[in-house]
Nanobody, 123 residues
Framework: QVQLVESGGGLVQAGGSLRLSCAAS????????MGWFRQAPGKQREFVAV????????YYANSVKGRFTISRDNAKNTVYLQMNSLRPEDTAVYYC????????????????WGQGTQVTVSS
């Protein structure tokens, strides 16, 4: 059974930082591209970042480029999202997801999803 478990969310003031983690089990983690998505209340799910299985390729949404960094540790089956210079508009539930056969910003290409972790940025 595949499980993706996010952690690290919380309440932070604007300008602050958080690091999200996503621990994976039940899959060959090193063969999966891993992505982060987010969903704010009343809005559609939004792509944030993706990292290829080999860590050689990354892609970020324009809204987070230069502020967020995605990374992974295949030995720990974990993907991270370092979020700096947080803004109130970054407030959302953040989800990690795994894609076996694609490196994509399209949520439809992801087979596995975590339950999400709440990030709230106060102004």
């Amino acid at each position: 059974q595949v499980q993706l478990v996010e952690s690290g969310g919380g309440l932070v003031q604007a300008g602050g930082s958080l690091r999200l983690s996503c621990a994976a089990s039940g899959l060959t983690f090193s063969r999966y591209s891993m992505g982060w998505f987010r969903q704010a209340p009343g809005k559609q799910r939004e792509f944030v970042a993706v990292l290829s299985w080999s860590s050689t390729d990354t892609y970020y949404a324009n809204s987070v480029k230069g502020r967020f960094t995605i990374s992974r540790d295949n030995a720990k089956n974990t993907v991270y999202l370092q979020m700096n210079s947080l803004r109130p508009e970054d407030t959302a539930v953040y989800y990690c997801a795994g894609a076996r056969s694609s490196y994509s910003s399209d949520y439809r290409n992801y087979e596995y999803w975590g339950q999400g972790t709440q990030v709230t940025v106060s102004s």
